[in-house]
């Protein structure tokens, strides 16, 4: 079984930084993509910045320039370095990976982790 695992998340004020991760575990072959979405109260989840196995990126444009998605030296790790925070980035956030097992080729998601940014 494959479980995604994020910690980091916390109370920051506005212009601050927070570091979220990642953790995949369970009988996994490899990872492809791997990303990280977030989702506020009374809104859909949104898509927040994506990272191949091979390094390649992408980002949301509110997001764009503030925040850097980096994958560790295990490949089943995956950060998100979150800086200038403001309040309306204020939402629980999941992480998400396409992961080959003995399942076969599945996406996962992971619990959530709270991040609240203060005015």
């Known amino acids: 079984q494959v479980q995604l695992v994020e910690s980091g998340g916390g109370l920051v004020q506005a212009g601050g930084s927070l570091r979220l991760s990642c953790a995949a575990s369970?009988?996994?072959?490899?990872?492809?993509?791997m990303g990280w979405y977030r989702q506020a109260p009374g809104k859909q989840r949104e898509f927040i910045a994506a990272?191949?196995?091979?390094?390649?990126?992408n980002y949301a444009d509110s997001v764009k320039g503030r925040f850097t998605i980096s994958r560790g030296n295990a490949k089943n790790t995956m950060y998100v370095q979150m800086n200038s925070l403001k309040p309306e980035d204020t939402a629980v956030y999941y992480c998400?990976?396409?992961?080959?097992?003995?399942?076969?080729?599945?996406?996962?998601w992971g619990q959530g982790t709270q991040v609240t940014v203060s005015s």
């Open positions: 998400n990976a396409d992961v080959d097992s003995r399942l076969g080729i599945r996406a996962y």
């Open positions: 369970g009988s996994i072959f490899s990872i492809d993509a």
């Open positions: 990272i191949t196995s091979g390094g390649s990126t």
